[in-house]
């Protein structure tokens, strides 16, 4: 025994409860405890022994009257004080001696010592000295949850032990045992006491009471001492007795990140020792993450796609609108005017053909029933597009048959065939109906890196639509695409250039980071939603599980750690919980975005900024699920959880 136990003087002591506080548990006790002494207070059940121990070893605070620990006034210190005086001073030992099941014997008895921050080789040191104590050093490694009940009265002995506290509470630490067991654990109380530990028992067995020095009795509330039994005298007169430390010293206590780690390592472990319910909780916030990487990788991969397509057009590509009205002869001298121009490689004519002008179909109208319109786009070109455009197909060098040659030919693109009904090798000879006239299918496009619709159209040579929208595609040199752009007008309407219409990709290229940012706003809802429902169903689990930890709560506040420690350890599970689910999240969503580039034939871009914040992301809302659930686990209040 390091410290010499204080002496301990209650007067008029009452605890009340019912709803308007008028039920008297404890009624004006007075009692004085010396140092060293062993008491036993005995009773009927009901007659409020475990509410009057409660209050001696400071679980509970809210009582009338006053209470000395030597010359300290417990109602003077704060509730920081008070949680460093039951951890450093007392020791507690409850009848349903509460073990962390997933626990090892050890781990359990590391307890308070833990709390108090106590370096890790004294920790192990007096963890060993005290499960041999009570001989359970066999048990160190065992799961606490495969010790009987006599072999858990003896570790929360050992746990009691382990801080060498001067006072020793214990509320029937025999009482579920038999009596063989029972008095082993009284003989290693009486030891405890031998050494100088005052012991305060509750009991009401006569024959665990004749253990003790002193028995005061309770009846109804109210403490009933003889004279002659009020004070046996301390048995530590003459010994040094130095006053208690009520302030957590740092250098006796550990440091603080010592106590940090034993939080966060506690909290690893409440979550990998309950793996189904963290799995569940995990696969919440995964999901949820899954979803947002997932589908911020689709997002970039596929806007990586776009912006390569739009920036090599954006390079060399300029768009003339031809005005309605304009004739073919007219058209032509604009193609003759614009090839002429420098940095002009080729041009071309593109008009797409509205459906009503249209009416394409694999048979004529009135020929066959069963008759469906094309849905696909009907276009028509002239010859020079192809080159424009990088035109590929099968067979090759088609493009002169769209040379103003007024054939009735048509091209199918590869993934228009099938909606006409053509056979599988392209239906080269048949015939397909536009505007009403049969055209003869000559082959299919089979590449269209600059304009993809034309995979999914019919395409017939421009000459015969001279009529609608009309636009001549200007390929120029790389880089010259702009100055061609301010160029064109003034060579082709030197008198009005204003009236005429030009337009280049640069422009698309503004209009897709449009587009991207509206996705990515619709994006961030999303994900928001998600994280809104991992961050409730994780708060939800973690309430219930309050619930069922309820006692091991108790008993951590109950040897000393403080109503922010306990709120720290769900905040760190909440952290942990969260941390998993999002690293499980990133691997999910890189998945889904790695298939869904792969049966696109594109190459998958990993959206490396949200893969970034994803971590933190999911510590933070994984703190956030656990906020409520701890500060709901810091109110837990150890006299009532205890009992
Ligand atoms: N939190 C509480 N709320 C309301 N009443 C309480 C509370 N705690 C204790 N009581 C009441 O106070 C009285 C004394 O209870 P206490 O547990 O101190 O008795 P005890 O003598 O220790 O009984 P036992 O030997 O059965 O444990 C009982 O009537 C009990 O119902």
């Not at 909780?281 to 997002?299: D, P």
């Not at 920036?311 to 300029?318: I, K, L, M």
């Not at 696909?376 to 070109?381: F, K």
């Amino acid at each position: 025994m390091t410290v010499s136990p204080p002496r301990l003087t209650l007067n008029h002591i009452q605890r009340r409860y019912g709803e308007s506080q008028q039920w008297f548990a404890v009624r004006e006790a007075s009692l004085v405890v010396e140092p060293g002494e062993f008491l036993a207070i005995v009773g009927r059940s009901g007659s409020g022994k475990s509410t009057l121990l409660n209050i001696i070893g400071l679980l509970d605070s809210r009582w009338e009257g006053s209470y000395h620990l030597g010359d300290i006034d417990v109602r003077g210190l704060s509730a920081t004080q008070i949680d460093h005086l039951r951890s450093t001073t007392y020791g507690f030992i409850f009848q349903s001696s509460y073990a962390n099941p997933y626990e090892s014997t050890e781990r359990n008895a590391t307890l308070a010592l833990a709390i108090q921050g106590a370096p890790l080789r004294e920790q192990s040191e007096k963890v060993s000295r005290a499960l041999e104590a009570v001989g359970l050093d066999q048990k160190a490694a065992a799961l606490a949850r495969s010790l009987s009940g006599g072999e858990r009265q003896r570790l929360a002995i050992a746990r009691a032990l382990t801080t060498n506290p001067s006072i020793i509470v214990a509320d029937e630490p025999t009482g579920n045992l038999d009596s063989e067991t029972g008095d082993q654990v009284m003989e290693a109380l009486l030891e405890l006491n031998r050494q100088g530990a005052t012991v305060i028992l509750v009991t009401h067995d006569p024959r665990i009471a004749a253990y003790a020095d002193r028995t005061v009795r309770m009846a109804d509330g109210v403490l009933e001492i003889t004279g002659a039994e009020n004070s046996v005298g301390s048995k530590l007169d003459g010994q040094e007795r130095p006053s208690l430390a009520v302030t957590p010293s740092k250098e006796r206590r550990g440091t603080r990140s010592r106590r940090a780690s034993d939080r966060l390592t506690r909290a690893i472990n409440n979550v990998t020792s309950r793996p189904l319910r963290s799995v569940a909780l995990i696969a919440a916030f995964a999901l949820a993450f899954a979803g947002l990487i997932g589908a911020a990788g689709i997002g970039a991969t596929a806007s990586q796609q776009i912006a390569g397509r739009l920036t090599a057009a954006a390079r060399d590509e300029v768009r003339v609108n031809v005005p309605a009205g304009t004739s073919d002869e007219e058209a032509a001298a604009w193609l003759d005017r614009l090839g002429e121009l420098p940095h002009v490689r080729e041009v071309g004519q593109v008009a797409p053909l509205d459906a009503n002008t249209a009416r394409t179909s694999r048979f004529a109208f009135t020929s066959a029933s069963g008759n469906s319109p094309f849905q696909g786009s009907t276009v028509a070109v002239d010859s020079g597009l192809f080159g424009v455009l990088d035109i590929g197909t099968s067979p090759q060098s088609l493009s002169r048959l769209f040379s103003s040659t007024k054939e009735h030919v048509a091209l199918v693109g590869a993934d228009a065939g099938a909606q006409l009904g053509l056979s599988d090798r392209g239906g080269i000879g048949a015939e397909v109906w536009v505007n009403g006239e049969p055209y003869t299918v000559v082959g299919t496009i089979t590449a269209a890196p600059r304009e993809p619709n034309l995979l999914t159209s019919v395409v017939v040579p421009l000459p015969p639509f001279s009529a609608g929208s009309r636009q001549i595609v200007v390929r120029t040199d790389p880089g010259f695409a702009g100055p061609l752009a301010s160029a064109i007008p003034l060579a082709l309407s030197p008198a009005s250039p204003a009236d005429i219409s030009v337009e280049t990709a640069a422009e698309l290229r503004n209009l897709r980071v449009g587009v991207q940012t509206d996705l990515n706003g619709l994006l961030a809802s999303l994900a928001i939603a998600l994280l809104a429902l991992a961050i409730l169903s994780g708060a939800s689990a973690m309430f219930i599980s309050v619930q069922a930890r309820t006692q091991e709560l108790a008993l951590a506040r109950a040897v000393g750690l403080g109503q922010r420690g306990v709120a720290a350890i769900f905040l760190w599970e909440g952290v942990v919980i969260g941390l998993a689910g999002a690293l499980a999240g990133i691997a999910g969503g890189l998945a889904i975005s790695v298939a869904v580039a792969a049966a696109r034939g594109w190459t998958a871009i990993a959206p490396w900024e949200t893969i970034a914040i994803a971590p933190v992301a999911g510590a933070v809302c994984g703190a956030l699920a656990a906020f409520l659930p701890a500060v709901r686990a810091a109110r837990i209040d150890p006299a009532d959880a205890i009992r």
